[in-house]
């Protein structure tokens, strides 16, 4: 009995294991955002290039709850590259279905987004060598108000990866 009971946790640990690497993954961090996400609050994600050479595909990674009360989802998100150029883009992400219900993966009220980031229309090299920095913000506003939500709620975490592409 023994010997089965030994067995059978060598074979969960082991598809535990073989799950859980991700081979596609060269950089994938998340930052925990307390209770609401403020709008002047801008999460930070520093890394150095993985390869020139290379091509890429580059996410941001958002997990919500159902205290998220928009259907999308406008961020924006700059790149700062080693030396010192800045690209700044304002990106709009649908966040749920037409009949409310959240989009993303997860069994319960949390939801985890992978959003397209860089790489989708054509491959993203990263031209040059050192250190980047991605900088997340939201830029929500409710219909008809100029100001935008001064604290967004239901955000939980806000994450950034990068992968190598697909061949």
């Not at 640990?13 to 209770?35: G, M, Q, R």
């Not at 890394?47 to 595909?57: E, Q």
């Amino acid at each position: 009995m023994l010997r089965k009971v030994n067995g059978l946790f060598l074979v969960i640990i082991s598809c535990f294991l073989f799950t859980s690497c991700d081979s596609d993954a060269v950089f994938d961090t998340y930052k925990s955002v307390p209770d609401q996400w403020h709008k002047d609050s801008v999460a930070s994600f520093k890394f150095k290039a993985p390869d020139t050479l290379k091509n890429y595909n580059l996410y941001v990674n958002l997990r919500n709850t159902n205290a998220y009360k928009f259907s999308n989802l406008f961020l924006i998100v700059d790149i700062d590259y080693p030396n010192g150029k800045v690209v700044k883009d304002t990106l709009e992400y649908k966040m749920a279905a037409p009949n409310g219900e959240l989009l993303g993966t997860g069994f319960s009220d949390l939801k985890e987004n992978k959003l397209w980031f860089r790489g989708f229309n054509q491959p993203f090299k990263f031209s040059e060598e050192g250190e980047y920095t991605v900088n997340i913000q939201h830029a929500m506003r409710n219909n008809g108000v100029v100001n935008g939500v001064e604290n967004l709620q239901g955000i939980t975490d806000i994450g950034f990866r990068v992968e190598q592409a697909q061949k």
